[in-house]
């Protein structure tokens, strides 16, 4: 399964943005998704992950408060609902789907092409 992300633009510090993580295919829902996100020169980090029935989460500390995870398998779409943004979230955001919730990026090899999201001070 390879979702698509979605949702990313700019923003101004203390906004909002919703990302979406999509896929086709009735495989989706049996999934876990992670959100990952990579920010100029820095390496992709763990942002959040949801199980595949959408009941348990899970959190970078940097983000816990501010981003909540969240899924509807009858649209085979995963959301990162992100509030209270700062400059430092700018980053492009991947979603994976996989069979655990795990914060290596390097579980996986295969990545889309991301959704840019950019904070401005």
């Known amino acids: 399964v390879q979702p698509v992300e979605s949702g990313g633009g700019l923003v101004q510090a203390g906004g909002s943005l919703r990302l979406s993580c999509a896929a086709s295919?009735?495989?989706?829902?049996?999934?876990?998704i992670n959100w990952f996100r990579q920010g100029p020169g820095k390496e992709r980090e763990f942002v959040a992950a949801?199980?595949?029935?959408?009941?348990?989460?899970n959190y970078a500390d940097s983000v816990k408060g501010r981003f909540t995870v969240s899924r509807d398998n009858t649209k085979n779409t995963v959301y990162l609902q992100m509030n209270s943004l700062k400059p430092d979230d700018t980053a492009v955001y991947y979603c994976?789907?996989?069979?655990?919730?795990?914060?290596?990026?390097?579980?996986?090899?295969?990545w889309g092409q991301g959704t840019q999201v950019t904070v401005s001070s």
């Open positions: 994976v789907a996989g069979p655990v919730m795990t914060v290596r990026a390097t579980d996986f090899t295969s």
């Open positions: 295919g009735r495989a989706f829902s049996s999934y876990v």
């Open positions: 949801v199980s595949w029935s959408g009941t348990s989460a």
